[in-house]
Structures are given as C-alpha cells and as structure tokens.
C-alpha cells in the first residue's frame, strides 16, 4: 500500500513493538474479505483525510498520526471489493485550523489526488468546508467531530430560512452529537448542584458559536423553559486576548455558571483573567476548550472540577469492527505507544475508518453515486457506538444525513498529579457508566 503520510514536522512519536501488537489485531479482523494476491493491476482506493494538524484546533488531531499508522498497517493487503482485491492509500491534508485551507486542500484532494472516498473530522472550521467542497464535485465523504446541526445548517444556502428552506445533501454523510445532546447533558450536570441558575454563555462568532447561541436552535430556548437565565455579552472574535466584557457582564449577572463552545487558547485565557478579577461560577461546563488533558493542564489546580462534554473515553462499553478491539483497549495502546494520556479524538478518528472500510467492502462499484448510496445504507456498531443513518431521534430534514452517537458528560478531576475525566452523568445514554457526582468548584 502506497500511503501519503503526515510529515515528520507533525507527527508523534510511536513505540514500534506497540504499534506492531495493535496493528496484528487489526489485521487479524480484517483478515475477512481481504486476501494477499498481486494487486498492481488495480488501482488503489484513495481515502481523502482532513483534519486541523497545525493551528488553534491541532488538540483535535492529536491521535490522527497513531489513528493512521495502526490502519495502514492493518490494511497494507488491500480490501475485497466484489470479486477483487484493491490496495488502499491514504492521503492526509492539513487544514491548518482554517476554513479556507480546508477548502483548499479538499480540492486538491478531489483534482489532484482523485480521492474515491473523503474523510474530515474535528470541528466545523474543518469538516463544512470540506464536506461542501465534496458536495459541489460530487465526491462521497464521511465526518464527524462537529454537532450536527453546525454541520448541516451551517451549509444551507440559507441557514435562516428554517427546515422550509433546508435542504438534504447527496454526498455528504455525518455522524456525531446534536445541541440537544449537549444542552441535557450540560443541564442534567447542572442540577447535580446548587446554583441560582444564572448561566453566563461564552459564544465566538463562528460555526459552533453562532448555533450554541442561536435562540432557535441553541442554548437559549432550553435554557428559558428549564428556568435558566442566561447571560450572552455578543459574539467575540476567536483568539481574542481580552474577555473582560464578558467576565464583567457575568460578575453583574451574579452567574454561577458558565457554558459555550470556545478554542482551547481562549478558554485558558478567559479563565485565567476570571479568576485574576474575582469571578469564580460554581460550575463550568465548556464544549470544545477543555476536551483534552493538555487543555486543562494549562491551567494548573485551576482546572480542577471543570466540566465537559465526553463522546469518548476508555469506559465507553464498545469494540471496534476492524480490530476487535475495545474503547479500553484502543485507548490503552494509545497511551503506551505515545507516551500521553488517552484524548476524545481517538474513538472518532478510528470510527471513521470503521466506516469507511465497511462501507468500500460493500459498495457494488467505484463509482460516487454507488459508494454514496452504500453510505447511507451503513449500520455499524463500531468503537464509537452504533453509526447508521436515517435513523430515529432526528427531524426529517436531516435523518438522511445525520446519525446520532452517545453523548454523556464529565468533570475533570486533579489526583496524582494528572488530570482524568470523571463521567457525572449518563442519563442521555445509560449504556455508558458514571464514575462520580458533579462537584462544584472549590
């Protein structure tokens, strides 16, 4: 198998004897329907990759290096597709963070490369612009890591125009959470607690901000109804070094909570300058900042009792169909060939060549229509959960397009001089244990 890989710049270390055990599971399973005769004659099946490897979101594809190495290797005899036996490459791009990089190298993925099938995770700023780029030249792709409603609202022709206006999609596919996920989950967090309700939002003008903060779709109708009141100061600009509008209109509000969907770097220094001007909430709930161990290590003790969202962990009671592998496991053989802490994007990464492999095995020919219809037709169960579209749990206008994951939340705890993720609440998918109660914020 021929396979572009990540450039040295960007990748991380792997213990070889590790990669090498994980990777003889992988491809033991995949050892059905692949076969090991000469296959130069047919030409490969190039899978597209994108994800931000550089950049502000680069927490995102911490684990894609690990991800990648594992399923080449398990894949290096090629995939029975019909009657023959096709090597696989793939060929990684780096979004750098950046919507229109993602664009960019998607194009060239589909003009140049001649993907047959796109891959693309982690956040909105990555996985719209590629998906849509897909879209336009009528290329099949597979993406998660961005709640689907910033994902399929986010790429209408007009996002204010509501389900009349919304429109399905032919060739793009994704799985992953929803807002209503989040907001239970965040919500049921909540109630582990007394607090007086006061809720501070902290929503950038970007993807994900703008629909965490919509008062359609996002926090502010739940939040209403469940007898929150929430404080939103306006859309700030990612990056940003100065929160101290936001941090005042939250002291004046007395919250006692804090909630939005922020960058790793600007979380920090939103916390930072919180605490150095004496606004401390009792409860902190942020999507996408404090995901990652690093993220909260930045802060120190400060971090302790922080609380987030958690799509995956090692306690997740699912196995992976291409290596048989559990969320346990997987997560494990992470840690002992980089030498870091399990992170979320781990699960997700895999899935999606779960899913993309699943899908090639079944396609009746190579042509976008076939591989997109094949897609649509995927039930899986993969280390993630189950992945199958069209399924219940979603409005209409989006059950084509969209299926659903277990989401539950987390607090991160300080013990051992490290950080891990304690599940506080499950009530959104009982399959996944809790581990503890909400604490405040000492």
Sequence with gaps: MTCHKISSTHRHSIDRRTLLKYSAAAGAALSVGLKSPAIAQTRA??????????GPLAAFAEADNFIIANFEEA????IKVGNATVPVEVVVKDSQSNPN???EVAKDLIVQD???????ASTPETTNPVSTQCEIEEVPCISTVAPWQPWFIGRQANPGGGPPAWK???YTYHFFWGLEDVIAVFTNMWSQVATNKSVGGLFPNDGDGNAWGDKVVGFPPVLDKGGY???DPGRYQNLTDNFSAQIGAFKSANCEIVTGVVLPPDFTTFWKQALQQGFKPKVASIGKAILFPVAVEALGKDGNNLSSEVWWSPNHPFKSSLTGMSAKDLAA???AATKKQWTQPIGFAHALFEVAVDVLKRTPAREPKAIAATIAATNLDTVVGKVQWGGADLPPFAAKNVAKTPLVGGQWRFKDGKYDIVITDNKTAPVIPVGGQMEAIA
């Design 45 to 54: 099946i190039k899978l597209g990759y994108v994800s931000p490897l550089t």
């Design 75 to 78: 894949a290096k005899a090629g």
């Design 101 to 103: 990089r993602a664009a």
């Design 114 to 120: 001649k993907v047959d099938l796109m891959l693309v």
């Design 168 to 170: 399905g999609f032919n």
């Design 229 to 231: 009141k929430l404080t």
């Design 333 to 335: 053989a992470y840690q």
